[in-house]
Antibody, heavy 122, light 107 residues
């Protein structure tokens, strides 16, 4: 089955760190760019970060630049998001999302995980 | 970066009504515009890409139009199962920004 499964969320204090993982299965993970998208409680979708299939190109939203680091391990079919200096406003469900085509890295998303909740609170 | 706006932020309509949601980009994005539907408690679902191409399996009452900076999503006859929040997204370059969403419910 083609799927993405996020893990690693939880409760963390402001200023703390957390590492999210996204396990991919059912498709050739190494051929696709990948993204993280988040959604604060009761709010809209916010694109967070992009990584190309070979990790050559990486992009971040201004809101997380300098604090978050995206990475991937194609041998392990896994995507990661290292989150440092966490703030209350980072509280959200974090989704990994895959574009429809391996040939168009910045494409729209047809595959989403179910998300993992990150809560930043003292 | 290109900013995406949507209007209205919410709407309430009757079953069978025609519903139109507008999405605007701060700069021209050709037709690199997708629409997603997110039902309460669910993950987003791709409805339309390339501004007007219906994703496989999406009911034909959904349609999209536009190019450049102005886009619309239309539901020709609103159904109870269409209660959801709808998001536009620009793509083909980073950041793949989403609009703020339009919440649709039944009157």
């Amino acid at each position: 089955e083609v799927q993405l499964v996020e893990s690693g969320g939880g409760l963390v204090k402001p200023g703390g760190s957390l590492r999210l993982s996204c396990a991919a299965s059912g498709f050739t993970f190494s051929s696709y760019s990948m993204n993280w998208v988040r959604q604060a409680p009761g709010k809209g979708l916010e694109w967070v970060s992009f990584i190309s299939s070979s990790s050559s190109y990486i992009h971040y939203a201004d809101s997380v630049k300098g604090r978050f680091t995206i990475s991937r391990d194609n041998a392990q079919n896994s995507l990661y998001l290292q989150m440092n200096s966490l703030r209350a406003e980072d509280t959200a469900v974090y989704y990994c999302a895959r574009p429809t085509s391996p040939h168009n890295p910045y494409w729209y998303f047809d595959l989403w995980g179910r998300g993992t909740l990150v809560t930043v609170s003292s | 970066d290109i900013q995406m706006t949507q209007s209205p932020s919410s709407l309430s309509a009757s079953v069978g009504d025609r519903v139109t949601i507008t999405c605007r980009a701060s700069q021209g994005i050709s037709n690199y515009l997708a629409w997603y539907q997110q039902k309460p408690g669910k993950i987003p679902k791709l409805l339309i890409y390339a501004a007007s191409t219906l994703q496989s399996g999406v009911p034909s009452r959904f349609s999209g139009s536009g190019s450049g900076t102005d886009f619309t999503l239309t539901i020709s006859s609103l159904q109870p199962e269409d209660v959801a929040t709808y998001y536009c997204q620009k793509y083909n370059s980073a950041p793949q920004t989403f609009g703020p969403g339009t919440k649709v419910d039944i009157k």
